[in-house]
């Protein structure tokens, strides 16, 4: 699976965020640096984010990934996504 992980950039991740906030305005402009929560991200629009990204990834946020922190950006989502696959055995 290492090649997975490898494989998902944080452009990939920031397409799955822009589709999880379908009322989001200039998602144009969005960079996979872009602070989400400045973009006028919300706690309802995060949890869309959080399950779009959980159902494109085949994943679950362990509870120690579920800060404001990692969703400030696509960039520091991708980090946990491939942090989340990283450490899958079997």
Same mark, same amino acid.
């Given at each position: 699976m290492g090649s997975d992980v490898r494989a998902i950039t944080d452009e990939e991740v920031l397409?799955?965020?822009?589709? =999880? &906030?379908p =009322? #989001?305005?200039? *998602?144009?402009? &969005?960079t996979p640096q872009s602070d989400l929560w400045a973009a006028g991200m919300d706690s309802l629009s995060n949890i869309s984010v959080?399950?779009?990204i959980e159902g494109e990834f085949d994943i679950e946020f362990p509870d120690e #990934?579920? *800060?404001p922190e990692v969703f400030t950006s +696509? +960039?520091?989502?991708?980090e946990a996504v491939r +942090?989340? &696959? =990283? =450490?899958?055995t079997g």
């Open positions: 397409g799955v965020v822009i589709s =999880g &906030l =009322g #989001f305005r200039n *998602t144009e402009q &969005l959080m399950v779009a #990934f579920l *800060t +696509a +960039a520091n989502i991708a +942090a989340i &696959l =990283g =450490g899958r």
